[in-house]
């Protein structure tokens, strides 16, 4: 053997104990790999698309990106806790994580609305924006921190529309007296309007309305609410959804157990919690204008838009109930002046971006 084959065969079997030592390792360190097995709640009924078929879809993308080293079994509200159950569940550790809304938890943490979304707050795009690239999320975990929750935004609905009416609504004197459902900030705000704001589980507001119990609901957008069948017993579907212009829905996960994974399962949880994030808005847009399209050709629905001088009176309603609502505590003072301060430096980038080019586009 001369001196060339000799380090060539030197070079092999040195590769070769190399590789050997490296699938040894390997093998070794996969061996002794802990596998999780967590569950997650979340507060949609079975089966409801887009959010609960979401979050389904957020597990089974952590098997897959994890190899199942982390599984997550998903359960829809009440199959394990009731809807409004998921944020003291995970709270508590007694599951590892959920999917809900942050603005659901408005008696226990003030502060938690904001990151849902606030009447003429921001919409989708500029949500994300102030989440990864502002101080969005940071402040989230630290309002959630007290309550030993790690969130991540997962899912928006994008604009939700202003709801079904059976009252004309021309100006701001026609909510003097309307009996509406339309939870949280929006409520607060119509209700200083003087309309009457009742809360009804969703099982009841159909009846509701065609019982005259109630002249108006807000639900979701043409995808969810076609499917409600509200346009049988409303006349009109206003829009825009001032109320709700970029509902961010949320992943929470208890912190003992967030902490306790190794980086990559973290990663995985992440990347699969910006995945749905990103997917489920996607599918939102999609699914929302087919219905749409449904509901004004097959059920010629009257679909009305609410006048400026209400959305200007709205506005201002807002305005002050947002004041009122985060002067209650240092913490939801510090998400509200930082939210704001986000929105006024996007509203001036908006304003010659994408708020002029819709108007020719469309
Ligand atoms: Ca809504």
Known sequence: MNRRDLLKKGAVIGGAVVAAKVAGAGSKAFATQKKYRWRMVTSW?????????????????VGELTQGRLTIQVYAGGELVPPLGVFDAVSSGSVQCGHSASYYWAGKCNAAQWFTSIPFGMDAQGMNAWFYYGNGL?????????????????????IQMGGWFNKKINSMADFKGLKMRIPGLGGKVLGKA???????????????????VIDATEWVGPCHDIRMGFYKVAKYYYYPGWHEPGSTLELIINKK???????????????AAAELNSKMLSEFEKENAKALTGLLKDKKIKLLRFPDEVLKGLKKLSYETIQDVASKDKLSRKVNDDFQAFKKKLSDWNKISEKVYYDFMI
């Open 45 to 61: 009924p079975p089966g409801f698309p887009i959010l609960q078929t979401g979050a389904e879809r957020f597990a089974k993308r």
């Open 138 to 158: 940071k402040l989230w975990e630290e309002v959630y921190k007290q309550f030993n929750l790690v969130p991540r935004p997962a899912g928006n609905t994008s």
């Open 257 to 271: 157990a967030y902490e306790s994974l190794p980086s990559d399962l973290k990663a995985a949880i992440d990347t």
């Open 194 to 212: 003087g309309a009457a704001i009742t809360l009804l589980p969703a099982g009841e507001i159909y009846t509701s309305l065609e019982r005259g």
